[in-house]
């Protein structure tokens, strides 16, 4: 079965950096878009970054653009998502998703991991 596992959340102060994870187990994965999304209580969930198979493409939600930053190593099968000056409003759980070629939603999800941001 596909698992996508998400690591590295915490509890950190505004302005700190945090990095988390994205480990997926089917090497298949590798020629997959792998996206992160992130939900807040009582909030929808929103779009944080998107990187293309190869990591040649890259997209950013408004809300973190010049502040985080997606890659990927396809040899190591893990997404990154470096977080720098975090906000209190980044609090939410962070969840790593996969998008099969040609799809237009994505496929899989990994479970999430908490990052908390505290003012």
């Known amino acids: 079965q596909v698992q996508l596992v998400e690591s590295g959340g915490g509890l950190v102060q505004a302005g700190d950096s945090l990095r988390v994870s994205c480990a997926y187990s089917d090497r298949t994965f590798s020629t997959y878009t792998m996206g992160w999304f992130r939900q807040a209580p009582g909030k929808e969930r929103e779009f944080v970054a998107a990187?293309?198979?190869?990591?040649?493409?890259?997209d950013y939600g408004d809300s973190v653009k010049g502040r985080f930053t997606i890659s990927r190593d396809n040899a190591k099968n893990t997404v990154y998502l470096q977080m720098n000056s975090l906000k209190p409003e980044d609090t939410a759980v962070y969840y790593c998703?996969?998008?099969?070629?040609?799809?237009?939603?994505?496929?899989?999800w990994g479970q999430g991991t908490q990052v908390t941001v505290s003012s």
């Open positions: 998703a996969a998008r099969r070629y040609r799809s237009d939603q994505y496929n899989y």
């Open positions: 990187i293309s198979w190869n990591g040649g493409t890259t």
